[in-house]
């Protein structure tokens, strides 16, 4: 009688011993998966974009910081290109709800949060009234897939190139199908910092993502 009390409670023992084994495997495997190593950076290669100036259409989703002399902001960016349209979405800057953009050729419309909307026949000066500082939107729209914007003198520095008095520099890539594209990247000169992350690239209608 007493043996079996004995080889009872050393029964007993054991299964817990061995609960606690497993628990302690369960969360040293759930830690593992939570602090998985990110993904080493993807460098910059002006080369490999070259065939992006033909690309058509795209459209990305991130978020953008601009920093001038004496103001910054910070907003929610959704940009969509298609051959000569864009349409860019601001969310949240300047203690807005959003700012609509849409350039057309030589016109801009800017709708505000507040639902005044306006238009010019001079896209980058309107925009810049808008904004409170300059942003040279026109190469933007090249630079964004990492490509100088034709036609313009530029100079290859580092993780980028230096054009029209700006220094575009692409801290990271990212594979978008079968192309790499930016994830996070800076435009800056003497005046305004622009930095942008961008989270998700879609391409040709959503066939590359």
Same mark, same amino acid.
């Given at each position: 009688?007493?043996?079996? =009390?004995?080889?009872?409670?050393?029964?007993?023992?054991?299964?817990?011993?061995?609960?606690?084994?497993?628990?302690?495997?369960?969360?040293? !495997?759930?830690?593992?998966?939570?602090?998985?190593?990110?993904?080493?950076? *993807?460098? @910059?290669?002006?080369?490999?974009?070259?065939? &992006?100036?033909?690309?058509?259409? /795209?459209?990305?989703? $991130?978020?953008?910081? !601009?920093?001038?002399?004496?103001?910054? /902001?910070?907003?929610?960016?959704?940009?969509?290109?298609?051959?000569?349209?864009?349409?860019?979405?601001?969310?949240?800057? !300047? $203690? +807005?709800?959003?700012?609509? *953009?849409?350039?057309?050729?030589?016109? #801009?419309?800017?709708? +505000? $949060?507040?639902?005044?909307?306006?238009?010019?026949?001079?896209?980058?000066?309107?925009?810049? +009234?808008?904004?409170?500082?300059?942003?040279?939107?026109?190469?933007?729209? @090249?630079?964004? &897939? $990492? &490509?100088?914007?034709?036609?313009?003198?530029?100079?290859? #520095?580092?993780?980028?190139?230096?054009?029209?008095?700006?220094?575009?520099?692409?801290?990271?890539? =990212?594979? #978008?199908? +079968?192309?790499? !594209?930016?994830?996070?990247?800076? #435009?800056?000169?003497?005046?305004?910092?622009?930095?942008?992350?961008?989270?998700?690239?879609? &391409?040709?209608?959503?066939?590359?993502?």
């Amino acid at each position: 009688m007493m043996m079996n =009390q004995i080889e009872g409670r050393y029964g007993g023992a054991r299964k817990q011993a061995a609960g606690l084994l497993c628990a302690a495997l369960a969360a040293s !495997l759930s830690a593992c998966t939570l602090f998985r190593p990110a993904p080493p950076e *993807i460098s @910059y290669t002006r080369t490999a974009n070259e065939a &992006l100036y033909r690309l058509e259409p /795209w459209s990305l989703e $991130g978020r953008v910081a !601009l920093t001038g002399e004496r103001d910054s /902001w910070t907003a929610d960016l959704a940009w969509a290109h298609q051959q000569g349209d864009e349409q860019i979405k601001l969310s949240g800057p !300047l $203690g +807005q709800g959003a700012v609509m *953009i849409h350039l057309a050729g030589n016109s #801009v419309t800017v709708a +505000q $949060g507040d639902g005044k909307v306006q238009s010019s026949d001079d896209p980058e000066t309107f925009i810049n +009234q808008q904004l409170g500082m300059f942003v040279p939107v026109t190469s933007l729209r @090249y630079w964004v &897939l $990492g &490509l100088p914007e034709p036609e313009l003198d530029f100079e290859d #520095v580092g993780s980028g190139f230096r054009q029209s008095g700006w220094t575009v520099a692409y801290q990271a890539m =990212q594979p #978008v199908g +079968q192309l790499l !594209l930016p994830r996070k990247m800076s #435009v800056a000169n003497d005046r305004v910092k622009l930095k942008l992350i961008i989270d998700q690239w879609t &391409l040709n209608d959503g066939n590359a993502k």
